[in-house]
């Protein structure tokens, strides 16, 4: 649904029914809800002006509006009465709750972002985020002194195994175990699942490893390769199958019995876990938890 203004479309030449509209916003806004009015002003304010005036969707701009005020530390409260002037001056008793949804749900993010950012931790989870496991891995091939690189042997001379470096010693010493859940369900679900992989992980992994949330619903765990570490892997399959099997029973009880995915169980819900050997240097292990964090 379009909300137009009734002073004409910027899209007609006109720029002065932007900045009208704007100004008129501004004006209220301060006047009923603002407390800093040099603070008022932001791009994403541009962008929702010219989807006014365009007469095209709101809800982008309104969710950049959101995050815009989230980011500069404005109240929720602030926030959407400040949308409530905007379409106060458009003639509209109320904004329309998917509008207002928008909104609420851009200062939400942001919020969660810098919550994330200054912490180093998924809000949701509790665990790391991946900004803080790409420190951890830097960490660890800092703590590498490889040797130099031996002498070329003459073309006659026996082959004979490398001997180990520094590098060998650190990193077959340790590896990432994955879990993979983001099986194509609704956002509701895969928000939940984030919170089974967190759960369970820091049950089979509870001594101070790196344990990190890089998508929804896929997580990674910076862990020792010891030599029980193939029976941890086991357990967590099982954990994780036992939990989704109560999940599954839980909808099936709330809705018709579906078609589920098979991990290779009977009856199991769909999911991963693996173990990735970290690669010989630092931007190939980056470039591998970029790839793995899609």
Same mark, same amino acid.
């Given at each position: 649904?379009?909300?137009? !203004?009734?002073?004409?479309?910027?899209?007609?030449?006109?720029?002065?029914?932007?900045?009208?509209?704007?100004?008129?916003?501004?004006?209220?806004?301060?006047?009923?809800?603002?407390?800093?009015?040099?603070?008022? !002003?932001? #791009?994403?304010?541009?962008?929702?002006?010219?989807?006014?005036?365009?007469?095209?969707?709101?809800?982008?701009?309104?969710?950049?509006?959101?995050?815009?005020? @989230?980011?500069?530390?404005?109240?929720?409260?602030?926030?959407?009465?400040?949308? @409530?002037?905007?379409?106060?001056?458009?003639? !509209?008793?109320?904004?329309?709750?998917?509008?207002?949804?928008?909104?609420?749900?851009?200062?939400?993010?942001?919020?969660?972002?810098?919550?994330?950012?200054?912490?180093?931790?998924?809000?949701?989870?509790?665990?790391?985020?991946?900004?803080?496991?790409?420190?951890?891995?830097?960490?660890?091939?800092?703590?590498?002194?490889?040797?130099?690189? #031996?002498?070329?042997?003459?073309?006659?001379?026996?082959?004979?195994?490398? #001997?180990?470096?520094?590098?060998?010693?650190?990193?077959?010493?340790?590896?990432?175990?994955?879990?993979?859940?983001?099986?194509?369900?609704?956002? !509701?679900?895969?928000?939940?699942?984030?919170?089974?992989?967190?759960?369970?992980?820091?049950?089979?992994?509870?001594?101070?490893?790196?344990?990190?949330?890089?998508?929804?619903?896929?997580?990674?765990?910076?862990?020792?390769?010891?030599?029980?570490?193939?029976?941890?892997?086991?357990?967590?399959?099982?954990?994780?199958?036992?939990?989704?099997?109560?999940?599954?029973?839980?909808?099936?009880?709330?809705?018709?019995?579906?078609?589920?995915?098979?991990?290779?169980?009977?009856?199991?819900?769909?999911?991963?876990?693996?173990?990735?050997?970290?690669?010989?240097?630092?931007?190939?292990?980056?470039?591998?938890?970029?790839?793995?964090?899609?």
């Amino acid at each position: 649904m379009a909300y137009l !203004w009734s002073g004409g479309r910027a899209g007609s030449g006109s720029r002065r029914s932007t900045e009208e509209l704007r100004e008129r916003w501004r004006s209220r806004s301060v006047t009923s809800c603002w407390n800093l009015p040099g603070d008022w !002003w932001a #791009p994403a304010v541009e962008a929702v002006v010219e989807a006014v005036c365009d007469g095209r969707g709101m809800a982008r701009a309104c969710a950049r509006l959101g995050q815009a005020r @989230g980011r500069a530390g404005v109240g929720i409260g602030e926030a959407l009465d400040d949308l @409530g002037a905007l379409f106060s001056v458009l003639d !509209w008793p109320d904004p329309p709750l998917p509008l207002v949804r928008c909104t609420a749900q851009g200062w939400v993010d942001a919020g969660m972002m810098a919550l994330a950012a200054e912490n180093c931790e998924d809000p949701l989870t509790g665990l790391t985020t991946v900004a803080y496991l790409r420190g951890r891995l830097a960490e660890l091939y800092r703590a590498i002194r490889i040797s130099p690189p #031996p002498a070329p042997l003459p073309p006659d001379a026996p082959l004979r195994p490398r #001997p180990p470096t520094d590098a060998d010693a650190v990193l077959s010493g340790h590896c990432l175990v994955m879990v993979d859940l983001s099986d194509g369900s609704e956002p !509701w679900r895969r928000l939940a699942r984030s919170v089974v992989v967190a759960q369970d992980l820091r049950a089979v992994f509870p001594d101070g490893e790196t344990l990190t949330m890089v998508g929804t619903g896929r997580a990674a765990a910076l862990v020792p390769l010891e030599p029980d570490l193939e029976q941890r892997v086991e357990r967590l399959r099982n954990l994780l199958a036992l939990t989704l099997a109560s999940e599954r029973s839980f909808l099936d009880s709330v809705h018709p019995p579906g078609r589920s995915p098979d991990d290779g169980r009977p009856g199991g819900e769909s999911f991963l876990v693996w173990i990735e050997r970290l690669p010989a240097s630092l931007p190939r292990a980056l470039d591998l938890l970029e790839a793995l964090a899609r």
